[in-house]
């Protein structure tokens, strides 16, 4: 119902209440805003005083919940990545890998954790490359790649092997020499 607030002279949706005789509506004479800025320090002071009592039925409420939680969070979790791995081709951009519990997604200029720390992890990830529409910065590499593009300075160990090359660092044996 819409009228005039008698706190702030407005027309206004009214705040309505239901009585539980007759389940019929009821409308005050505040307008939604102004009744729960009129309410607001009782609803404070009650929380206050019945702290205790309020966490133990919220704990209670949702024991039973937690799991089924836990479970549509996974299945959506699970959804995002896989939404996302068909969009790159769902195999490694460095070996070929195409299963899927091996796959991961990486930042092709290794910025990686400044990205994670800006945006977030996990399903907050795969929600920004869907809203990005699969930006060409990220690439789909299987866990062993990732993790040796990482500790070799942002080159995965395959791309050494293709080229028939050593890695600068590392000690090539040299077979006149007896170890």
Not at 24 to 36: E, I
Not at 93 to 109: I, M, Q, S, V, Y
Request: charged share 30%.
């Amino acid at each position: 119902m819409i009228s005039v607030c008698k706190v702030c002279n407005q027309e206004k949706e009214m705040a309505r209440y239901q009585r539980e005789s007759g389940g019929r509506y009821y409308f005050r004479k505040l307008c939604v805003q102004c009744w729960s800025e009129e309410r607001r320090p009782y609803q404070e002071k009650y929380r206050k005083d019945n702290a205790d009592e309020l966490k133990s039925y919220h704990q209670q409420k949702h024991a039973g919940k937690r799991g089924m939680r836990n479970t549509a969070a996974k299945l959506y979790y699970e959804r995002q990545k896989d939404k996302c791995l068909a969009a790159y081709g769902g195999v490694c951009a460095c070996c070929g890998e195409h299963r899927r519990p091996f796959l991961t997604f990486d930042h092709k200029n290794n910025d990686g954790a400044q990205h994670r720390r800006k945006i977030g992890a996990g399903h907050v990830f795969y929600r920004w490359m869907i809203d990005n529409n699969f930006p060409e910065s990220i690439q789909v590499l299987c866990l062993n790649c990732n993790a040796g593009k990482h500790n070799n300075g942002g080159v995965c160990p395959h791309e050494f092997e293709r080229l028939n090359y050593t890695k600068p660092t590392e000690r090539v044996p040299n077979p006149s020499q007896k170890q």
